[in-house]
């Protein structure tokens, strides 16, 4: 099914008859076309879509808000007056953009619904990042326009379609609430010559015709039942209806003429997206060392990993693998915190040092200004989740150490010879990071935000090392 053409209407000056305009051309693409669905929504806190379309007084399923919040789409819809569908307007906007920075969340949430024929998106009167991800989801942007300020402030959504690396070609100018009463002398006889000039002078394309400034059409917002009307249907006799049915008309055509709809890409990007994002991944899961990274355990079969406690990987990336929890803690408690005893998995403490780890990395280096191959000497740090150092010892390795009746090999050196040794046994210039996982699913740190999470702190770890 293809996508639904979406139209953006949208302008930084408050007062050019945005929501008129976006909820008038919902009815009238009903009125010109009564199979075609039309969907309405608005990122204005007025609520005037609801206003005008909402029938009932029952409990709304959602609002606008869930299209940033993983809502899908046709789970938010109602069936409103005129036959056009709505979504709820919500309260909770300005809240929520304090915590949204992506533009295309819109386009990926409309992407993945079953809607069709045009959706209307209603602005609020600033460049925030609702109106960015409407206008970034658009095949066609109204931009309403009455007088030179207004005109001026088209620039920063002309500049915001430029910095995307967007087609300017979905934008129009709609010059709106043009008194037709004023004349002028000279080259351009009326407001709406004087705009379109205006327009073409700056590059900007416009929409045929303009929208009158009606007082019959502005008294429709206000009455005592507190309803908005429609120009259909209690404005038929001012200039405004033959206008809007223009409009309207201009708006359905260029959607039968757009052969490849803004979601439509979208949709193939975000295919191709997850391709890259599971290529990535399968590629990460190749390099993995198969074996526990210090007791050999084999760990790792065709990308699925067995359970595991701890992934780690190298400065330099050469090596990456996971750790059985068992193997690092016995590690941690014997050589760095000095444990005189055994810590077994039913201890206290191993619980306890289980919980913090979740919130920690560690890692392992050659200690600062050490090179002897004779003296090595061995760094362990932990940090917190920002990548900001909590503790760091220093212990001297020592290949075989003394144990209860004789000499045996440190449990150190597998991990280190699989890790930071170079070709001579010496500690190389790379450092191993080690960070807790989940044991259910242990490779979901493979996955591109968890493992991009783990490079960025490990390079704001090695900035801060000495």
Wanted: aromatic share 10%; glycine share 6%; proline share 5%.
């Amino acid at each position: 099914m293809s996508a639904p053409y979406i139209v953006t209407i949208s302008s930084e000056k408050g007062g050019v008859g945005k929501t008129t305009l976006a909820t008038n051309l919902a009815i009238y693409l009903k009125a010109l076309h009564e199979d075609l669905p039309v969907t309405l929504l608005s990122f204005d806190n007025h609520f005037s879509v609801d206003q005008m379309f909402r029938i009932n007084r029952r409990p709304t399923k959602g609002d606008v808000s869930g299209l940033f919040s993983g809502s899908n789409p046709d789970d938010l819809i109602e069936i409103g007056e005129y036959g056009v569908q709505f979504i709820p307007s919500s309260s909770q906007l300005n809240r929520m953009r304090r915590e949204l920075d992506d533009p295309t969340a819109l386009a990926k949430a409309l992407a993945k619904s079953s809607l069709g024929g045009i959706v209307i998106i209603d602005t609020r009167p600033d460049l925030d990042i609702f109106t960015q991800s409407a206008l970034y989801a658009a095949d066609r942007v109204i931009v309403p326009v009455k007088d030179a300020p207004s005109m001026d402030n088209c620039r920063h959504i002309y500049d915001f379609f430029d910095s995307h690396g967007l087609s300017r070609r979905p934008l129009r100018i709609l010059p709106c609430l043009v008194d037709c009463r004023i004349h002028y002398d000279g080259p351009f006889r009326d407001p709406y010559q004087l705009l379109k000039a205006y327009a073409i002078n700056r590059g900007y394309r416009c929409m045929e015709g303009y929208i009158a400034k009606s007082p019959k059409v502005e008294s429709l917002h206000t009455n005592p039942e507190g309803k908005i009307y429609p120009v259909l249907t209690h404005g038929r006799h001012t200039a405004v209806h033959v206008q809007m049915t223009h409009v309207a008309r201009q708006v359905y055509l260029s959607s039968i003429d757009s052969e490849v709809r803004r979601l439509d890409e979208h949709r193939i990007n975000m295919v191709h997206a997850e391709e890259e994002h599971q290529s990535a991944f399968e590629t990460r899961c190749k390099n993995l060392v198969t074996g526990c990274l210090v007791c050999g355990t084999p760990l790792v079969d065709k990308g699925q990993v067995s359970p595991a406690g701890y992934f780690a990987q190298s400065s330099d990336q050469k090596v990456s693998g996971f750790i059985e929890e068992e193997c690092f803690t016995k590690l941690v408690f014997r050589y760095f915190y000095g444990a005189k005893r055994a810590i077994e998995v039913h201890d206290p403490i191993w619980d306890l040092f289980r919980e913090s780890a979740q919130r920690s990395f560690f890692l392992l280096r050659r200690a600062p200004h050490t090179k002897n191959f004779y003296q090595q000497k061995l760094s362990f740090y932990r940090f917190d989740e920002n990548g900001l150092e909590v503790s760091h010892k220093t212990i001297e390795l020592h290949e075989f150490e003394k144990r209860l009746l004789s000499k045996e090999r440190s449990d150190l050196f597998p991990l280190l010879e699989r890790t930071l040794f170079d070709e001579q046994g010496r500690l190389n210039d790379t450092f191993l990071l080690i960070r807790k996982v989940s044991s259910d699913l242990p490779e979901e740190i493979l996955y591109d935000q968890n493992f991009e999470n783990f490079a960025t702190v490990m390079t704001k770890i090695s900035t801060q090392l000495p």
